[in-house]
């Protein structure tokens, strides 16, 4: 891939996604879509590429934003945050809070969402609330995946062992290797796909706690700035936001209090 294609393929991806790539990323871009072009038979990026920038290219971004994606993630990944959220929960509870709305900003393939349902399960009554997670990422192929909520045995290491019990994942009936997040769980969470560079975004809120991690860090400070606005104006008086422990809001003039590293809470005026 030379530097022009290169450059075209950068100013797409900002432009469709936020994800801004820095040079020297030609041999992973290429990569990552060798399998599309492949597919479709054709032998060049820059053939690729005019038919993203083509008419008849529509279609293909779905695939080329899929490929371009980067879905790193396991269960229970930063467990301090799911601390953390099993403590607000039991707090609101003692204050009388019968309803929940929880945001898994980039869900990637489900087991962040998941997390936060297993961790609701093994602290609240369910049953008894109005309690919803909506579960939202670019990638409409791994959001095919979480909503299957199928894992591999290898994946559930990371899951405490009291919510590895049948009250949460159930054996597949087709793969003794792999295990089903159970169906009483998933009825909570709500998955779509949202692209976080392009706001506003369409659901009222107010969120009690937005879990935002490990993506900002793809964006420019113009992106992240714009996402953290649109987060702040969704989350209700005394909600959080969580990020990535190697992310912060420093410098981006955002009116979010951290609490502790990672966490900030959004306080009345």
Request: net charge positive.
């Amino acid at each position: 891939m030379d530097n022009k294609t290169f450059a075209r393929f950068q100013e797409l991806i900002y432009q469709k996604s936020g994800i801004n790539l820095n040079e020297g990323k030609e041999t992973l871009v290429q990569a990552r879509i060798g399998k599309r072009m492949r597919a479709l038979g054709l032998n060049e990026c820059t053939q690729y590429l005019r038919l993203l920038e083509s008419n008849q290219g529509n279609e293909e971004w779905g695939f080329f934003l899929d490929a371009i994606s980067t879905n790193v993630t396991h269960f229970f990944r930063e467990s301090e945050h799911f601390d953390f959220l099993k403590k607000i929960l039991n707090v609101s509870i003692d204050e009388g809070q019968t309803k929940f709305r929880i945001w898994s900003a980039a869900s990637s393939s489900g087991e962040e969402p998941y997390s936060m349902i297993m961790t609701a399960a093994n602290t609240l009554n369910l049953k008894s609330l109005d309690f919803k997670i909506l579960a939202t990422d670019i990638s409409s192929r791994v959001l095919e995946i979480a909503k299957k909520g199928q894992y591999h045995k290898d994946n559930l290491k990371n899951i405490p062992v009291n919510m590895q019990g049948q009250n949460y994942l159930s054996l597949s009936k087709d793969d003794y290797n792999q295990f089903v997040i159970n169906e009483t769980l998933k009825r909570f969470i709500v998955f779509s796909r949202i692209n976080l560079s392009s706001t506003p975004f369409p659901m009222k809120g107010p969120f009690d706690i937005v879990f935002c991690r490990n993506v900002m860090i793809y964006f420019d400070n113009h992106v992240r700035a714009k996402l953290l606005r649109e987060i702040h104006r969704l989350l209700r008086i005394g909600g959080y936001l969580m990020v990535g422990h190697s992310e912060s809001l420093s410098g981006l003039n955002i009116p979010l209090e951290m609490v502790q590293p990672s966490i900030y809470l959004k306080r009345g005026s």
